[in-house]
């Protein structure tokens, strides 16, 4: 179950277009099951050393909560910055103007 949900995450983030950024949460509802945003995080992390934009996963305010798994805590917003996100006074995403919502996976709920 956990390898199905791992793999569901990772075909999600893998899609997150440049220059847009979503959250733990909306990935979690993409996958079927919306309480498990914390889940998705243990996904990313275990994934660090994967090609995945995992970057562009924030919190549901827009925090980079993940920066201290990029080894510097400065990368993150750094590979946001690159891609032309922009942040609000108090270091969040603009999630307005930024925010990219996955499609629910066609795959049934695990």
Do not use: Q
Request: with cysteine.
């Amino acid at each position: 179950m956990k390898k199905d949900f791992f793999d569901k995450v990772y075909s999600i983030v893998k899609r997150i277009p440049k220059g847009k950024v979503t959250t733990y949460g909306h990935i979690a509802e993409a996958c079927g099951i919306k309480s498990s945003a914390r889940t998705v995080g243990w996904a990313l992390n275990s994934a660090k050393n994967s090609n995945l934009p995992c970057h562009r996963v924030v919190n549901r305010v827009g925090a980079l909560t993940g920066k201290i798994h990029f080894g510097d805590i400065h990368l993150m917003e750094d590979l946001l910055k690159s891609e032309g996100i922009e942040f609000n006074e108090k270091g969040n995403v603009i999630l307005e103007k930024h925010l990219w919502i996955p499609k629910k996976s066609k795959v049934s709920k695990i």
